[in-house]
């Protein structure tokens, strides 16, 4: 084979003027993906490795995990964290494996799209969660949530 025979390389990307998303988006994994591993090892470690370990999980267990402010904030840091980090790796997939201009926009959009609803269900959950909704006096909520 010789040099002929080769394809040309080709033209390097010009890069336009303005804020380079690739780089923030490169830096953001790098970023998260350190927060991600303190933020699951420290939630792996408060409901796995205390107390009771994993006989300790059950409603009320995260019912009372999500009465404390702490907790909220943490897993909500998690969701945001790993929602965004998972959806900006997709979207580097589909930037390098789909040739199609209009396929790839499609495929980006409801990548964002989809994970901006879950990041949205998520915060709501976390911040409105009530164990109380619902309950009756067969349920064995009722005196906890009755306060007698």
């Known amino acids: 084979m010789t040099t002929a ?3 040309a390389p080709r ?3 010009v890069r336009k003027k303005g804020v380079n998303l690739e780089k923030w988006g490169w830096l953001y994994m790098r970023a998260s993906g350190v927060l991600l591993i303190i933020l699951i090892f420290g939630h792996l470690f408060s409901n796995l ?3 009771d370990g994993i006989h300790q999980i059950d409603f009320a267990f995260v019912a009372g995990k999500l009465a404390s402010p702490f907790w909220q904030w943490w897993d909500v840091a998690m969701l945001w964290l790993a929602l965004i980090h998972g959806a900006n790796g997709m979207r580097t997939i589909v930037n390098d ?3 199609t201009p209009l396929i790839r926009r499609i495929l980006v959009w409801s990548l964002w799209t989809s994970a901006a ?3 949205l269900l998520g915060t709501l959950v976390v911040f409105t969660f009530d164990p109380c909704i619902g309950v009756n006096e067969a ?5 906890t949530c009755t306060g007698a």
């Open 97 to 99: 494996y789909v040739a």
């Open 49 to 51: 490795l205390t107390n």
């Open 5 to 7: 025979d080769l394809a």
């Open 117 to 119: 609803f879950l990041i």
């Open 11 to 13: 033209t390097p990307y």
């Open 139 to 143: 349920s064995v909520l009722w005196e």
